[in-house]
């Protein structure tokens, strides 16, 4: 079993899905490049593969820091600013707090399964998509997507210093649609689903490709 603290902030200005690239660039700018948690670069060309522990979200509308882990300690670097204030697309933004929640979770594999939506999945990379293609039963494509999700789950653990010890049981229940998104001036396909899973998983955080930039975001779904 893992102790995970999650922190949400949010901020009471609206913000778009497509400047949530730019709202994670004026936050990286406000705290300077030299804090590798906040962009994972480590150089022009060069990047720290990990998983990310500070995400950029908009949840409602609203641009939202996820912090995870080591996260929750390096965001302080943020806020210690004597100016909150960030310019996005040109405009300047009056970053003033509008929810603020800290939760310590137990992560861990149950004996019971949990039920989540995740949104704009970037499960798959131009090769494996073509592999994807190539399956012609829809029960082969969901039987490869589960395979991605649940290692995708298990990048999440090493990113957080949790040993899985037991079986991850997952199951895809809804596949309600998928579309193209853009990530990095390239497109990829985002899948939006259902799945259950033995794993507790924290709201909002990231699973797949450019989860820091608000893909992949995960929801419970309660009864």
Not at 100 to 111: A, G, K, P, S, T
Not at 165 to 181: A, G
Not at 203 to 208: K, M, N, V
Request: hydrophobic share 40%; aromatic share 12%.
């Amino acid at each position: 079993m893992k102790k995970l603290r999650v922190l949400r902030v949010s901020f009471d200005v609206e913000l778009s899905n497509s400047e949530i690239p730019a709202f994670r660039s004026a936050i990286i700018e406000k705290v300077g490049k030299k804090n590798l948690l906040f962009h994972h670069h480590l150089t022009d060309t060069s990047y720290l593969y990990k998983y990310p522990l500070i995400q950029y979200k908009n949840i409602r509308k609203q641009p939202t820091l996820i912090c995870i882990g080591e996260g929750v300690d390096e965001i302080h670097k943020y806020f210690e600013k004597s100016e909150w204030d960030i310019e996005v697309n040109g405009r300047k933004l009056e970053m003033k707090i509008a929810r603020l929640d800290m939760n310590q979770f137990n992560i861990q594999v149950w004996d019971k399964l949990f039920r989540y939506s995740i949104v704009n999945w970037v499960a798959l990379n131009q090769e494996n998509y073509q592999k994807y293609l190539a399956l012609e039963k829809m029960t082969d494509k969901i039987a490869f997507l589960e395979r991605t999700l649940k290692g995708n789950i298990i990048s999440f653990a090493k990113g957080i210093g949790w040993d899985v010890d037991k079986q991850i049981d997952l199951n895809i229940t809804n596949m309600r649609d998928c579309r193209l998104v853009k990530v990095k001036d390239q497109r990829f396909m985002g899948f939006n689903l259902d799945f259950s899973a033995n794993v507790f998983l924290p709201d909002f955080i990231g699973l797949g490709k450019s989860v820091s930039k608000g893909f992949g975001t995960i929801k419970s779904i309660r009864d």
